[in-house]
Nanobody, 126 residues
Framework: QVQLVESGGGLVQPGGSLRLSCRVAGLPSSPTYETIGWFRQAPGKEREAVSCISSRDSDTYVQDSEAGRFAISSDNGGKTVDLQISSLKAEDTAVYFC?????????????????WGQGTRVTVSS
């Protein structure tokens, strides 16, 4: 059974930091799912790609506007993918999802991702 489980969300004050984790288990071995993406959906807005990491050639992607505040990493053989968010702003308030893609490289296109977690809510407010 495929499982992508996000954790680490919560209520944070502006300027604070969070580390979101995506625990991955049960992905098929064929095709191989080497790419994990983080997306977010703010209230009333469409879901958008935030960051991605692929074990193939260590490809990574971070949304241009967030470069410097967002960092993605993986460990444990890709079974855990973390998204570190610093200098949080109210505009970062959203539900954050991780998703798995069989693509070899990172993609911002959510339709390239076959498996999704349930999301973890991040609220940035004073």
């Amino acid at each position: 059974q495929v499982q992508l489980v996000e954790s680490g969300g919560g209520l944070v004050q502006p300027g604070g930091s969070l580390r979101l984790s995506c625990r991955v288990a049960g992905l098929p071995s064929s095709p191989t799912y080497e790419t994990i993406g983080w997306f977010r959906q703010a209230p009333g807005k469409e879901r958008e790609a935030v960051s991605c990491i692929s074990s193939r050639d260590s490809d990574t992607y971070v949304q241009d506007s967030e470069a410097g505040r967002f960092a993605i990493s993986s460990d444990n053989g890709g079974k855990t993918v973390d998204l570190q968010i610093s200098s949080l702003k109210a505009e970062d308030t959203a539900v954050y999802f991780c998703a798995a893609s069989a693509g070899l490289y990172c993609s911002k296109n959510e339709y390239r991702y076959d498996y999704w977690g349930q999301g973890t809510r991040v609220t940035v407010s004073s």
